[in-house]
């Protein structure tokens, strides 16, 4: 009986197909399959995503929920108070914002989100292009704004603080032909729209 | 005494309980070596290029942002080693009766820390949340999410470790007790590896600005959380798997599958305590049901030594078993050899002073030696069993 295939122990295949077969699927079948799948969380106008502890912000209606739960929505758990993240897309352009302890100023945090961003390799060639500036919320709260770019294109990003010791990042990534542009004005009616009450979102 | 039927010689009882030895041994699979190259094995391929492709996982992974968050991941890495120490030594302690080599060890650990967390798992848990999120909600997915992924992708993911150490040792690998224990190593391999991405993750908590005392708190809760956590879970599956390939003797399948569940069952449900304790036990449900979950964890895991042991109990003995024959050790000392810690500490209590006491310690240590001996001999009195023979001999004759 021949025990050889291709140089190889007919009886090594099995177990060797076995681990090939079941590392294929968790690596390669199933992010194609999500890949394949479409979001199909839409902002529908008045949606505002729950970011804990009563803090709110409303993105442009029409845009995928990347991450995110809605006020209102039904969970078991509240969204954690110290610490959330949530991510929107629409016209070009992925809004990621995190919220999380902080205890400092607003220019504080903008500066401490850049120190990070220059060290990591996520966004190569982050550069700020010009000198922050004051950006108002809806509500009076008052953060700051500035632009960078990348070598993978242009974005803004915005800071704001708030007296329950928290601060909240807002990432905007374009990738650099105009897109940043054409939405600005959704980009700051979201910003306009953070809004902090102090307790538990409601919708 | 022994009788001689028409054609057939006489067997002596002596020739049975000889090849009963040389069963025992071959079927335990004890003392065979084992060898990690192996160029004509599929697996040994397959094992080089899933370490290859998971230390490349992880070095992308960690490379984003090592320079932003490269003290939390530093305390990781320095906290977590340590940490792992005493896990090796617990582990050892357990690799008793026929015992395994630690270079398939070193193996089990290398693959659930790189191919089993990195290639694998990794990609398969981010696919699954994501797909949870999209089809049921984010809420859904935050709160039952992990609880119904990773016990399929991480299990299934460490499991291969086993799976691919049976290709490479088929010889070697025999046992449910063998599965349980290259389970616990390749869970240990993924969960230190995991903690360490978890440490290296939540540097980027308060903005990446206090890191250390991220750090610190995840090597705390994660290091508390880890005790009944991957080890046990796949060493659990692992054991179950092997019932389930029929390598536990016949009729166990069903114990196999079992096992294989409740692994599933048990990681889900630690994953799923917060979202499962509050809709169970109220606002206090989470630690209510840690609690009992540890609980759970370990009596399923005594449940799976305790069913996994007999083989290995009933190896031991026969491959003792001659020598009571020639008088060098008797049955009890037998027994007590292949038994557990109770049956080795009931045969030391039962000795009549302090001193009888010693000697039978000396001479089950001895017999230990001389069973690892005969089996690497292949049963065969080679001058290494020899050896052990006079040394248990030697040792008796001290009391």
């Known amino acids: ?203 | 005494m022994s009788t001689a039927t028409a054609g057939h010689p006489a067997r002596e009882p002596a020739d049975d309980l000889a090849a009963g030895r040389r069963l025992a041994i071959e079927a335990s699979g004890w003392g065979e070596p084992f060898r990690i190259v192996q160029p004509r094995n599929a697996c040994f391929w397959l094992l080089l290029w899933g370490l290859g492709i998971g230390a490349t996982h992880l070095i992308r992974y960690f490379a984003v942002g090592v320079g932003a968050y490269g003290t939390g991941l530093g305390i990781g890495i320095v906290a977590f080693t340590l940490y792992t120490i005493p896990w090796l030594f617990l582990l050892g302690h357990h690799n008793r009766y026929t015992s395994l080599p630690p270079k398939l060890f070193a193996v089990a650990f290398a693959w659930g820390a790189l191919a089993s967390a990195f290639w694998m798992a990794l990609p398969a848990n981010t696919a699954i949340l994501s797909l949870y999120g999209k089809n049921f909600g984010y809420g859904w997915a935050g709160d039952w999410g992990a609880g119904l992924t990773a016990p399929f992708t991480e299990e299934t993911a460490k499991a291969t470790a086993l799976v691919l150490l049976i290709g490479l040792a088929p010889r070697v690998v025999r046992s449910p007790y063998d599965g349980l224990m290259i389970g616990a190593f390749a869970g240990l391999g993924f969960q230190i590896f995991e903690d360490v991405l978890y440490a290296y993750n939540n540097a980027a908590t308060g903005f990446g600005l206090d890191q250390a005392a991220t750090a610190w708190k995840i090597v705390a809760v994660r290091g508390l959380a880890g005790l009944t956590g991957h080890v046990l879970f796949s060493a659990v599956f692992c054991a179950g798997l092997m019932w389930l390939l029929g390598r536990g003797g016949p009729g166990h399948r069903l114990r196999g599958l079992l096992f294989v569940v409740a692994a599933l069952f048990l990681h889900g449900g630690w994953d799923d305590a917060a979202a499962l304790g509050t809709v169970l036990f109220g606002e206090a449900g989470p630690v209510i049901l840690m609690g009992l979950m540890v609980v759970v964890d370990l009596a399923v895991l005594w449940l799976a030594f305790r069913l996994a042991a007999p083989q290995e109990k009933a190896w031991i003995r026969a491959i003792l078993a001659p020598e009571t024959a020639s008088g060098l050790l008797t049955d009890t000392e037998v027994r007590a050899a292949s038994g557990d810690r109770e049956a080795r500490r009931a045969h030391l209590k039962a000795q009549p002073d302090r001193r009888h006491r010693r000697t039978a310690r000396h001479v089950l240590a001895s017999a230990d030696d001389l069973a690892k001996e005969l089996a690497l001999s292949g049963g065969e009195d080679s001058p290494d069993v020899l050896h052990a023979r006079e040394e248990t001999a030697r040792l008796r004759a001290l009391a």
């Open chain 1, 1 to 203: 009986m021949e025990y050889r295939w291709w140089g190889l122990d007919r009886r090594s295949l099995l177990p060797a197909a076995v681990v090939v077969c079941v590392g294929l699927l968790l690596s390669v079948v199933l992010p194609r399959i999500d890949d394949a799948v479409a979001v199909n969380e839409i902002v529908r106008p008045g949606d505002r995503l729950d970011l804990g502890g009563g803090l709110t912000i409303a993105p442009p209606a029409g845009w995928e929920v990347l991450a995110g739960i809605k006020v209102g929505e039904k969970t078991t758990l509240p969204v954690p108070e110290d610490a959330a993240d949530a991510s929107v897309a629409g016209g070009g352009v992925t809004a990621l914002i995190r919220v999380d302890t902080f205890d400092g100023t607003p220019e504080a945090l903008l500066d401490q989100v850049n120190h990070t961003q220059k060290r990591t390799s996520n966004q190569p060639g982050f550069t700020v292009t010009a000198p922050p500036v004051p950006v108002e919320t809806a509500e009076g709260n008052v953060g700051v704004l500035e632009r960078y770019t990348s070598t993978s294109g242009e974005g803004l990003l915005a800071a704001f603080t708030f007296h329950d010791g928290r601060g909240m990042s807002l990432s905007v990534a374009a990738t650099g032909d105009g897109q940043l542009a054409e939405q600005a004005g959704r980009i700051e009616r979201m910003i306009r729209s953070i809004r902090f009450t102090g307790k538990a979102a409601t919708p």
